[in-house]
């Protein structure tokens, strides 16, 4: 790490002049640096958490380890102090990252009357804020188990993610008599596969290289999204 230099972009920056590769600090990693600056973590556990998302990228982590582990550390923790701590890392980390183009697709699908969904393997906690921001009322993501208001450290199953994030949708489908055919769905995840096969209108949104290469071969359309001026 080079003086005044962040973990996350030290990292980045010794992938592209090591392996030539670009790589972007992605929006689900501002938890961690937003911890970071507050001095809650320390550089080897960001350096963690982008080492960990890279695997998520190139669909090598396991998931169900990986989400077992982070949901023990909750244990203890009351569900209203880790909501308002969301709702603060939301406003000063995630909001300012919003891509302005998912926005208005989101605003337009709701304009036309259709029901959108948030549906995410992350927990509610991260996705509570962005619904309400976006004004979207259907939220499907990995719940985190607890007992009157405080966390257990286990996490409820089956988590959103594969073939469990399949079927948390099946419920919202059966709940809402939706017909897949007619539905869209946006995905930037090679793990998402199962379910871009399922629907209507598939859309890939800066894919990882692996859905890429398959966006072509199935000639489904591909979007590359701006991240918002800082």
């Not at 929006?27 to 080897?44: A, F, N, P």
């Not at 709702?87 to 183009?101: D, G, H, R």
């Not at 259907?138 to 607890?146: D, I």
């Not at 946006?186 to 871009?196: E, G, K, N």
Request: glycine residues 6%.
């Amino acid at each position: 790490v080079e003086p005044g230099e962040e973990p996350c972009a030290a990292l980045v920056r010794e992938i592209r002049e090591e392996l030539g590769c670009e790589i972007e600090i992605a929006d689900g990693l501002q938890t961690v640096r937003h911890h970071y600056e507050r001095g809650e973590i320390d550089w080897k556990t960001v350096v963690a958490g982008l080492g960990s998302y890279l695997r998520y990228k190139l669909n090598l982590l396991d998931i169900e380890r990986w989400m077992e582990r982070n949901s023990s550390a909750f244990a203890g923790r009351s569900e209203s102090a880790t909501s308002s701590e969301a709702a603060e890392l939301f406003q000063t980390a995630l909001l300012p990252s919003i891509y302005p183009e998912a926005e208005e697709r989101v605003r337009w699908h709701l304009g036309q009357g259709h029901l959108v969904a948030l549906v995410s393997g992350s927990t509610k906690f991260v996705l509570d804020p962005l619904a309400e921001h976006l004004g979207v009322k259907h939220l499907l993501c990995t719940q985190l188990e607890a007992i009157e208001g405080v966390f257990t450290g286990r996490v409820v199953r089956p988590i959103c993610f594969g073939e469990g994030k399949i079927y948390w949708i099946q419920q919202l489908i059966e709940r809402e008599l939706l017909d897949l055919a007619r539905c869209w769905f946006y995905t930037d995840s090679i793990t998402d596969l199962p379910l871009l096969d399922l629907v209507g209108h598939p859309v890939i949104v800066n894919p990882d290289p692996l859905l890429y290469r398959k966006a072509l071969q199935r000639h489904w359309p591909v979007r590359f999204f701006q991240r918002p001026s800082r």
